[in-house]
């Protein structure tokens, strides 16, 4: 069974990062870039799945120019077998990063597509419904749990209400959650295979039109600061008069 995972450079999440002067993006002057947490978590549980024996190889797809490489390498020396950079230095939405990834699991033909539920660069939460749409699959999204037996995967997804447990046949596209796994540290047995592991250069044959453009990037308004009481009663005056209870 081959496993085909998504990852996506972003600036280290705990990093601080301002709008440009402009306000038409990020300023990542000096910063410094990782795997999306949630794509990492993926790679994780790919390993897992291939240690476990039910997966045989698992592939790393990457879009972006060749900065991409210091990720996919970083993937390539938690566990995956192959990585796969779809060269591009164009700006992307997620529609477009759907289509191209679709173009890249008909190349691949792998059994599950298993990715973060989101980047935390843009928050948005798309790719994966998108691509599962695209493909004709069905999906699971926020998996705190993956078992895969014989051409069925069962899926614990994370809900506002509680945990939901859910079945489905293989070919399938699934996106994990925080609470999945922790991945490994990698050490340097990891990096040093890792060199030696193929990572192909492909160029995007076909770049799909912007539906979604960023208008501004601004920092959020301060909050403002706080307030003590002095007793419980006070504290229940205080939220009433916010209408918070």
Known sequence: MKLLVPIKRVVDPYAKVRPLGDGSGVDTTGAKFEINPFDEIAVEEAVRLKEKGVA???????????????????????????????????????????????????????????????????????????????????????????????????????????????SMSIPAVITTDLRLNEPRYVALPGIIKARSKPLE????????????????????????PGRRVGSVQELATAIKERGGI
């Not at 938690?78 to 679709?102: F, Y």
């Open 56 to 166: 045989t190889e698992i592939v790393v797809v990457s879009v972006g120019n060749s900065s991409c490489e210091d990720q996919l390498r970083k993937a390539l020396a938690i566990g995956a077998d192959r990585a796969i950079l779809i060269e591009t230095d164009a700006i992307l939405d997620s529609p477009a990063v759907a289509s191209i990834l679709k173009e890249v699991v008909e190349s691949e033909s792998p059994s599950i597509v298993l990715m973060g539920k989101q980047a935390t660069d843009d928050d948005c939460n798309q790719v994966g419904q998108m691509l599962a749409a695209k493909l004709g699959w069905p999906q699971a999204t926020f998996a705190a749990k993956v078992e895969v037996n014989g051409s069925v995967a069962t899926v614990t997804r994370e809900t506002d209400s509680g945990e939901q447990v859910v």
């Open 201 to 224: 250069k492909r160029s995007a044959t076909a770049i799909p039109g912007l539906k979604t453009t960023i208008t501004a990037v601004e920092l959020p308004p301060a909050r403002p």
